[in-house]
């Protein structure tokens, strides 16, 4: 009697091939979001059960992400800085030349025009003083959320107020600078922003910037002052004598001209801090760039590998597919003929 090799019932076998199938169909699946995205589809196959070296990479991308974003906004930060810094700057050598005119010429046009050439100067200067960048004020210390100065003309007002009948020349003067000076009318009316500085930008490992130039810098004030006495030097409200204007236009051109080394120097420090800025920033996108490329590594597979084994796949399912069809033709009836 021969002994037939037992054999599968119509249900299991169904059973069997239709988990062969759906395995086939998982695999064909992975593999092919392998050959699409160039990453293993089971990392913890692929490395072998040691994730550790992924998960370290992981960790310095996530880290640097941050960084990279307060680097950026360090970064627009300290040009919108610059950028105000340079229109105040621009202006003071030809207002000290206009007012080095009219306080010599002593003719009406040209002191019409160094009035309002200083005028204008000043309110430009305290426009780029209040000047915001991401919605924070610039210069204004700790205090982000409002203005860093008062506005031009409500200062000018408190200066007329301080310089009442008076209408000697150094008098003026001496008041008009007193007011910017420490102690003075300035940091009670003036400035609006904190004395603390604005807090320092992490930049990496240990290392920050200060972003901390204020309106209330000496040089700055100073840069204020001239811009207001030259304004104030012709002004109507204070109906001054021509000589005490004529001599009140020399000092505020004397005083313009004094302050533009310390503007230069101002501009060239905070140039020094968008430097260091930039090079974090190249320092961060190669830590980043470094850490993709490691963990591209890592998780990458052979894509033509991959593609092979899409391949193979395929044919796998389409021979099975082909099986389960003729077996499920074979009926009764087609095995009696």
Request: glycine content about 8%; hydrophobic content about 50%.
């Amino acid at each position: 009697m021969t002994l037939n090799a037992p054999r599968l019932g119509d249900m299991a076998q169904s059973l069997t091939l239709r988990s062969h199938a759906a395995r086939l169909k998982a695999d064909l699946a992975d593999r092919s979001q392998e050959v699409a995205t160039g990453r293993a589809a089971d990392l913890v196959r692929h490395l072998g059960g040691d994730t550790a070296r992924l998960a370290a990479l992981e960790r310095d991308l996530a880290m640097t992400a941050p960084l990279r974003r307060l680097q950026a906004e360090a970064a627009s930060r300290a040009a919108a800085m610059q950028t105000a810094l340079e229109s105040i700057q621009s202006r003071l050598e030809p207002l000290g030349a206009t007012l080095r005119n009219a306080a010599s010429a002593g003719v009406p046009a040209e002191i019409a025009a160094a009035t309002g050439e200083a005028r204008d100067a000043f309110g430009a200067a305290v426009a780029a003083l209040n000047t915001s960048a991401a919605g924070r004020s610039l210069f204004a210390g700790g205090a982000v959320g409002g203005p860093a100065i008062a506005p031009a003309e409500d200062m000018l007002d408190d200066l007329r107020a301080a310089i009442g009948g008076e209408t000697d020349a150094a008098t003026i003067a001496g008041l008009v600078r007193d007011w910017f000076a420490p102690g003075g009318g300035f940091e009670t009316a003036g400035y609006l922003g904190a004395t603390e500085p604005a807090a320092a930008v992490p930049l990496g490992q240990a290392e920050t910037v200060a972003l901390d130039l204020r309106a209330d810098d000496p040089t700055l004030r100073g840069v204020l002052a001239a811009a207001a006495l030259g304004a104030l030097a012709a002004d109507p409200a204070l109906d001054l004598p021509e000589a005490t204007s004529r001599a009140l236009f020399g000092a505020a051109a004397a005083d313009a001209m004094a302050v533009r080394d310390p503007m230069t120097e101002l501009r060239a420090a905070l140039g020094t801090k968008e430097a260091r800025i930039e090079q974090a920033g190249v320092r961060l996108q190669a830590v980043r760039a470094g850490a993709e490329m490691a963990r591209a590594a890592l998780v990458g597979v052979d894509e033509y590998e991959a593609a092979t084994r899409v391949e193979a796949l395929g044919h796998k399912l389409e021979s099975l597919y082909a099986v389960t069809v003729r077996l499920s033709r074979l009926t009764l009836l087609e095995q009696l003929r």
